[in-house]
């Protein structure tokens, strides 16, 4: 952890659309949140989405992620609680998409993130900061990988679920070398299972055989309450803390707990 006050600082990426990185962030946040860890999420992707899904309109958003990254406010300024005990939010706004290229001319433009992790001072002591990545390898992303001290990879079981997936190990590995050498795989996490269908169990031991232990044992299995909670602006615990989708992100909570008290039993 090399952020006082936040860490260990998650960042959930695939350049590829579409594959449960928000609903992962803000579900896995939550269920951190439930089992009493005191939880940041920051929503780097100009879609809003873990914004909405937790009940903030991105047009209301009058301080966001952008004016940390852009260096107008500080962490501490940008967050607010949330109605979910436990999990605070630094919520995203339209203007990210243009922090792309405004950062561009910027000096030390991939540290901007982890500058602002740095000069954090605020009173509050979180356990775990979730950094929900937008889908595309550009310069937020990066950003996020040189703030975190982990990655997690969300694939959706299907067949092009490992398209890209070169490209990002490959931009992972880069960036270790390059900007930030304490950057640990946490994982891989399969989303929107369906074993009833045969090629996703499939894919599913394909993934097993080739990355082994880095894929977490709990699986995401595709649930209607997942994608409603976001409707209602709360997370899935909240909305049907019974439903499968719900109990599976719990687990994961507890399985990731689990697995970073003991970090040597991950190793590869
Ligand atoms: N386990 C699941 N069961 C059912 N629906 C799901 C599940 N996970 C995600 N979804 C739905 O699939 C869609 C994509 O999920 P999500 O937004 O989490 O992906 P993403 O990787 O963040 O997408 P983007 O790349 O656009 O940011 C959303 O409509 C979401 O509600
Ligand atoms: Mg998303």
Same mark, same amino acid.
């Given at each position: 952890?090399?952020?006082?006050?936040?860490?260990?600082?998650?960042?959930?990426?695939?350049?590829?659309?579409?594959?449960?990185?928000?609903?992962?962030?803000?579900?896995?946040?939550?269920?951190?949140?439930?089992?009493?860890?005191?939880?940041?999420?920051l929503?780097?992707? *100009?879609?809003?989405?873990?914004?909405?899904?937790?009940?903030?309109?991105?047009? +209301?958003?009058?301080?966001?992620?952008?004016?940390?990254?852009?260096?107008?406010?500080?962490?501490?300024?940008?967050?607010?609680?949330?109605? #979910?005990?436990?999990?605070?939010?630094?919520?995203?706004?339209?203007?990210?998409?243009?922090?792309?290229?405004? =950062?561009?001319g910027?000096?030390?433009?991939e540290?901007?993130?982890?500058? $602002?992790?740095?000069?954090?001072?605020?009173?509050?002591? #979180?356990?775990?900061?979730?950094?929900?990545?937008?889908?595309?390898?550009?310069?937020?992303?990066?950003?996020?990988?040189?703030?975190?001290?982990?990655?997690?990879?969300?694939?959706?079981?299907? #067949? /092009?679920?490992?398209?890209?997936?070169?490209?990002?190990?490959?931009?992972?590995?880069?960036?270790?070398?390059?900007?930030? *050498?304490?950057?640990?795989?946490d994982?891989?996490l399969?989303t &929107?299972?369906?074993?009833r269908?045969?090629?996703?169990?499939?894919v599913?031991? +394909?993934?097993?055989? /080739?990355?082994?232990?880095?894929? /977490?044992?709990?699986?995401?299995?595709?649930?209607?309450? =997942?994608?409603?909670?976001?409707?209602?602006?709360?997370?899935?615990?909240?909305?049907?803390?019974?439903?499968?989708?719900?109990?599976?992100?719990? $687990?994961?909570?507890?399985? &990731?707990?689990?697995?970073?008290?003991?970090?040597?039993?991950?190793?590869?």
């Amino acid at each position: 952890m090399k952020h006082q006050g936040l860490g260990p600082v998650l960042a959930i990426a695939n350049q590829k659309g579409g594959v449960g990185k928000t609903t992962t962030s803000v579900n896995l946040a939550a269920s951190l949140a439930a089992l009493e860890k005191k939880v940041l999420l920051l929503d780097l992707d *100009p879609q809003g989405n873990a914004s909405s899904g937790l009940g903030i309109d991105k047009q +209301e958003a009058n301080i966001s992620l952008y004016d940390v990254l852009v260096g107008d406010c500080s962490l501490v300024e940008a967050m607010r609680h949330t109605n #979910f005990e436990g999990l605070s939010i630094v919520p995203a706004s339209m203007d990210l998409a243009g922090a792309e290229v405004e =950062l561009v001319g910027m000096a030390q433009r991939e540290y901007r993130l982890s500058h $602002a992790f740095s000069a954090y001072q605020g009173n509050e002591r #979180f356990d775990y900061v979730i950094i929900d990545c937008p889908p595309a390898l550009n310069l937020l992303t990066v950003n996020a990988l040189t703030a975190a001290d982990r990655v997690m990879i969300t694939l959706q079981t299907e #067949f /092009y679920a490992l398209e890209g997936l070169t490209q990002l190990l490959e931009t992972i590995r880069r960036i270790r070398q390059a900007l930030n *050498p304490n950057l640990d795989m946490d994982g891989i996490l399969l989303t &929107m299972v369906d074993r009833r269908n045969k090629l996703a169990v499939q894919v599913e031991q +394909e993934v097993r055989d /080739y990355f082994g232990a880095q894929v /977490y044992e709990t699986i995401i299995p595709r649930n209607v309450r =997942l994608s409603e909670a976001p409707s209602f602006g709360i997370p899935a615990l909240q909305h049907d803390i019974r439903s499968k989708g719900a109990q599976a992100y719990l $687990a994961l909570a507890r399985e &990731m707990l689990l697995r970073h008290s003991a970090p040597q039993a991950m190793e590869v």
